[in-house]
């Protein structure tokens, strides 16, 4: 295997990446404003959990949790008890501890067989195969095992020695409604953690839980047209005498457009057993942690426009950026349901075109010293709020934690910025960290808010909140959806001059380069880079179409 990808985050959870590296050389945001993980840290598997580890040996369970466990340790026998999930029950409780992936699958129940997907990643999937020496391929593969739902979920490398790649599962364990986070090194298991884990302030953002930030399954391209995914959309390219081609499981290879179902289910099966758990007895344990999927940005999905970068001529039919960059449409539009009329904002294709040459676009990949110029394979990817916290908030809403305005009422404090908004999460103040009452919670919070709003600023978090709050109940939903309509019809107006659409470019730079900063950011050529220098300040939208410096 060659070196540099010993720093793929693909080959192990608990080592530091050549992303890390990337950006902890540069100026750190302040990410602690703007969403729910903590700054970057250092996790290496130097300290006897990693590959090739003499300290693991073969045929054994062990248990890592990052931020608990200093080093890995056998799992007990009362610990392995207590793991319900389809890789306890069928492998490691027999004494069975398979090394590949193959090995794996062929050794489940028949009736997890015909349930068995497969799908292929790769964020060099459109490069031609022969510009690049390393392309990252990986399966993910669902299966149900012991029912009729996907309960385990593999991710392995494609193509290479089967036996040296990769091999990492996700598996949902029934009985204590979680998922349980495994992954293999040389021919022994570690257990890293199940979902509460991700959620403790000693494991959170460490080990899996970087990129499982909040205990469920990710697919970071969770929507249409699920970049870098083999799909519908597009097919990943391989060279005619590549090996993969004979590979079994690359012969069962699907659309990615499936995956995403499967995703979204799982993500709502853990959130409503996640709620159900912390909302026992009519308390909520831990308000904070609810609460900060509305007001800040745990995690983000990436989106895109459905279009080719390479397809788009000046002289072509208009680019519509995804709605995902100007508002979290999928709360406000389709949970709360505000009365919108706008149409999303179209850009003349002659503009992007123009700014790929003007902001020096490219794709850039360090270990590999891959260069081309030009956008990602669809065009303008940028990062919008995740599926992850909008579940959490639309269980909420249905669970009567918090009423539907309330939920809007924050949304709305900066609705232009649906993610890495530093005056969202400036009302995390205001929210309990103690248990509290279910029915208290929602007007507990509003109250603190409200009383914080009368000393301040009308413009300042507080105040913009309190004001929304005080609009009757009958009428915030046409109140708020005639705000988003006129702010959609700036949008609309301004993208189309060469300043507006400018200052649309750079805002999208400035929210990838927050993206860039998260440990979910495995890759380098997952975005593209531009000339816009790495100190320029972090920008935010306005509700007027503007665009200004986080100040």
Known sequence: MPDHT??????????????????????????????????????????????????????QLYRRISGRDDRARPVSDEELAALGDPMAVEFFRVGTFPSTVQELLSKLPATAA????????????????DAIAERDMRFVITTAVAGSQVDL????????????????????????????????FDSSWVWAGNSWHALE???RGKGCFDS???????????RIPWINWQSERATIRHAEDDPLHRDHLFQQVIGAQQLELTVRSLVTRWTAARLATVTANGVVDHPDRLLRHLFTSTTV??????????????????????TGFWLNQDVLFDDLLLFTQAAPPRAAAARYVASLTQFGFGLEETPSSFS???????????????????????????????????????????FPNPVFSPARSHLMRYVPTAPTQTVELCDKVA?????????????????????????????????????????????????????????????????????????????????????????????????????????
């Open 114 to 129: 015909a349930s068995r997907k497969v799908y292929l990643v790769s964020e060099a999937g459109q490069i031609p195969p």
């Open 6 to 59: 010993q720093f793929r985050r693909a080959t192990a959870w608990m080592r530091k990446t050549a992303v890390e590296e990337v950006a902890t050389s540069r100026a750190s945001a302040a990410l602690d404003d703007t969403s729910g993980l903590s700054p970057l840290e250092h996790d290496i598997a130097g300290d006897g959990c990693g590959p090739g580890s003499s300290a693991l040996e073969p045929g």
């Open 372 to 414: 081309q110029p030009g956008d990602t394979f669809f065009a303008f990817v940028v990062p919008e709020a995740a599926h992850e916290d909008n579940e959490v908030v639309r269980q909420m809403v249905r669970k009567g934690l918090v009423s539907a305005k309330f939920a809007a009422c924050a949304l709305m404090v900066d």
């Open 212 to 222: 499982h930030v909040n205990g469920s399954v990710v697919m970071k391209e969770l």
């Open 153 to 184: 979920l593999v991710s392995a490398q494609a193509g290479g020695d089967p036996g040296e790649g990769f091999l990492q599962v996700a598996a949902w364990d029934p009985g204590a409604r979680v998922f349980n986070f495994y992954a293999r």
């Open 447 to 551: 109250q603190a808010i409200s009383d914080a709003a009368q000393t301040l600023p009308a413009d300042s978090p507080e105040g913009r909140f309190d004001a929304h709050w005080r609009v009757p109940d009958d009428a915030w939903r046409t109140v708020f959806g005639q705000r988003v309509d006129a702010y959609l019809r700036e949008v609309t107006e301004r993208i189309r001059t060469e300043s507006g659409f400018d200052d649309y470019v750079r805002l999208a730079e400035s929210r990838r380069r927050q993206f860039r900063l998260m440990k979910l950011n495995e890759f380098e050529l997952t975005l593209p880079v531009t000339n816009i220098p790495l100190g320029a300040p972090p920008l935010a939208m306005r509700e007027d179409a503007t665009v200004a410096e986080l100040s």
């Open 201 to 203: 302030p000693d494991s």
């Open 301 to 322: 999905n990436l989106t895109s426009t459905d279009r080719q970068s390479s397809n788009i001529t000046a002289d072509g039919p208009d680019l519509m950026p995804p």
